[in-house]
């Protein structure tokens, strides 16, 4: 069955740098979107970026300029590289994959993983 494990997730100080993985099984990696998203308590789950399968990224405006998406298709894994992280930042991230085109809304994703907890300290 398909599976997407999260890591990478911890503690930082605010202006500090965490990197996501995402490692997925059970599918062709390289025919889906993947993206990040993110929920933090009391909230919905936000979109946070989207990598196509044509490299393709897009980012959510909160993250632009800071957070880069990138995949290694020979792993089947997906990054999320965090600089300049805010307190604002802090939630459970989530990866996901998505067989169609790139979408915002995680409705139309397939398959998620089970989250990592970054929490940035001000």
């Known amino acids: 069955q398909v599976q997407l494990v999260e890591s990478g997730g911890g503690l930082v100080q605010a202006g500090g740098s965490l990197r996501l993985s995402c490692s997925a099984s059970g599918l062709i990696f390289s025919t889906y979107t993947v993206g990040w998203f993110r929920q933090a308590p009391g909230k919905e789950r936000d979109f946070v970026a989207a990598?196509?399968?044509?490299?393709?990224?897009w980012y959510a405006d909160s993250v632009k300029g800071r957070f880069t998406i990138s995949r290694d298709n020979a792993k089947s894994t997906v990054y999320l590289q965090m600089n300049n992280l805010k307190s604002e930042d802090t939630a459970v991230y989530y990866c996901a994959a998505d067989r169609g085109i790139v979408t915002l809304s995680p409705a139309n994703y397939d398959y998620w993983g089970q989250g990592t907890q970054v929490t940035v300290s001000s």
């Open positions: 990598l196509s399968r044509t490299y393709s990224p």
